[in-house]
C-alpha cells in the first residue's frame, strides 16, 4: 500500500520533466523588496507586480498604512481566521456600514482576513 501522496506523483514527474528542458522552476521567484503598488526587486531585477492583491494601488497609502499601525496596536498580529468560525466582530459591522452608506444599499457583507503585509 503506498503512502497519502502518492497521487502527486504524476505532478512531480511532470514538473522535473519541465525544469530538465531549462525552465525556470516559479516556485524559487523571491520578492527581495517591493518598492512600489506595481514594481519590487525579485531574484535581484526589476520586476512588475501582476499578480498581487494590491487591486486599488494603496499598498503605500499613508493613510492605509498608519490604519494598519493603529490596527497593530489595538488588535494584535493574529489573524483571527474566518468570520464564519470565530464570529462577527465590530470591526466587521463597522465596514459593512460604512460601504452601505456609501453605495446607498441596504446591506453590504465582507469577509476579512487580515495579512502582514511586508
Not at 52 to 62: K, L
Not at 83 to 93: I, P, Q
Amino acid at each position: 500500500m503506498g503512502d497519502l501522496f502518492d497521487k502527486f506523483d504524476p505532478l512531480i514527474e511532470i514538473r522535473r520533466s519541465l525544469l530538465s528542458t531549462g525552465m525556470t522552476d516559479p516556485f524559487n521567484l523571491v520578492m527581495e523588496r517591493v518598492e512600489s503598488p506595481t514594481v519590487a526587486i525579485c531574484n535581484g531585477q526589476r520586476t512588475i507586480l501582476l499578480g498581487t492583491y494590491n487591486y486599488m494601488g494603496m499598498t503605500f497609502d499613508p493613510d492605509v498604512i498608519a490604519a494598519g499601525k493603529q490596527a497593530l496596536d489595538e488588535y494584535g498580529s493574529g489573524t483571527t481566521g474566518s468570520r464564519v468560525l470565530n464570529g462577527t466582530y465590530r470591526g466587521h459591522r463597522d465596514c459593512e456600514d460604512a460601504l452601505k452608506e456609501f453605495y446607498a444599499m441596504d446591506h453590504a457583507m465582507v469577509e476579512m482576513i487580515p495579512r502582514l503585509a511586508w
